[in-house]
């Protein structure tokens, strides 16, 4: 019987372990792209009702309330329902959560501002999708992501491509939405095809830091090398690292150090720094050619070089 006991307190124990460390299995889960099991995760922490809501902590059910909110916001993993998101956006927000009383006030004027007029008899065409790009600036500088995220959204679904890299770096850094890598990369790819140099240098650095994709430095080299041709400063410097490093293309101080020195040329320092780096194992002579060569990649602004 004692020994029955214990394994039934063991068993208990180890489902309260396990319950505990739902919330980071969830947010593992929305960072792959993975909404359904995310909404799994989230729903029950979120309710926090039952036995094991004694075992949640406070930080990860606010959490789970405010992921729920966005998903049901942007329409992850469930249909997209505005007034769903405003009451998980309230709970968080009535328990301190920044985010969700700020996405709350801007989802609630939202819907104020759809409601019909009673003046109005005939029923109107739906809007088109919409944004302002330069309130989206503003909002974002200002702290206020949901704003934000709400201006540059539909233009980047239209296929706006300055809408799209901020999109991307919303969801790179998780201003205003839970990080995620794959989404990011979504929106950086939309925008580096359509030619957009930050795009294609924040694409770059996805590869190489294998964040949202699978590691690959010749994919970052290629990314690189397309901004860097259209003078992207940080680009044409790490482009230079990855010629001195031999990371994605075979190893070579002559052209580490002509784009080094051309990012430190365009304001970047860290280009400076892969140029002196080589210089070190240079002949004079091989200084020289790096030095022409990035003369003639000036003249032929950057392409070919």
């Known amino acids: 019987m004692k020994n029955l006991t214990a394994i039934l307190y063991l068993t208990l124990a180890l489902f309260i372990l396990s319950a505990c460390g739902d919330y980071e299995k969830g947010a593992a889960a929305y960072k792959e792209g993975n909404h359904a099991t995310a909404l799994n995760v989230f729903q029950p922490l979120a309710e926090n009702k039952g036995f094991l809501s004694l075992f949640y902590s406070k930080e990860d059910v606010i959490n789970a309330q405010f992921n729920l909110g966005v998903m049901y ?36 004027e939202k819907i104020a501002e759809q409601q019909p007029s009673p003046t109005v008899t005939a029923e109107k065409p739906p809007t088109p999708p919409s944004g302002d790009f330069q309130k989206g600036i503003a909002a974002y500088e200002s702290g206020d992501y949901a704003t934000a995220l709400r201006e540059w959204k539909p233009l980047a679904e239209q296929g706006n491509a300055d809408a799209q890299v901020h999109l991307g770096g919303m969801y790179t850094l998780g201003k205003g939405v839970p990080k995620d890598y794959k989404t990011a990369v979504k ?41 860097a041709e259209q003078g992207h400063a940080d680009a044409q410097s790490n482009l230079g690292a990855m010629y001195a490093l031999k990371q994605g293309v075979v190893q070579d101080n002559i052209y580490a150090h002509m784009w080094g020195h051309l990012g430190a040329s365009n304001g970047n ?6 140029r002196d780096f080589v210089e070190k194992k240079m002949t004079p002579a091989d200084i020289s050619t790096a030095q022409k060569l990035a003369r003639e990649c000036v003249r032929k602004k950057y392409k070919g070089c």
């Open 269 to 274: 320092e860290t280009g400076g720094k892969v």
């Open 73 to 108: 916001e942007i329409g992850q993993g469930v249909p997209q329902d505005d007034k769903t998101a405003v009451k998980w956006y309230r709970l968080a927000a009535e328990q301190g959560h920044a985010g969700a009383q700020s996405n709350l006030k801007i989802l609630q």
């Open 187 to 227: 929106w950086y790819s939309l925008a580096a095809e359509q030619g957009h140099s930050n795009a294609q240098y924040n694409l770059g650095w996805m590869y190489r830091q294998g964040r949202g994709v699978p590691q690959n430095d010749k994919t970052a080299v290629k990314w690189y090398r397309l901004a």
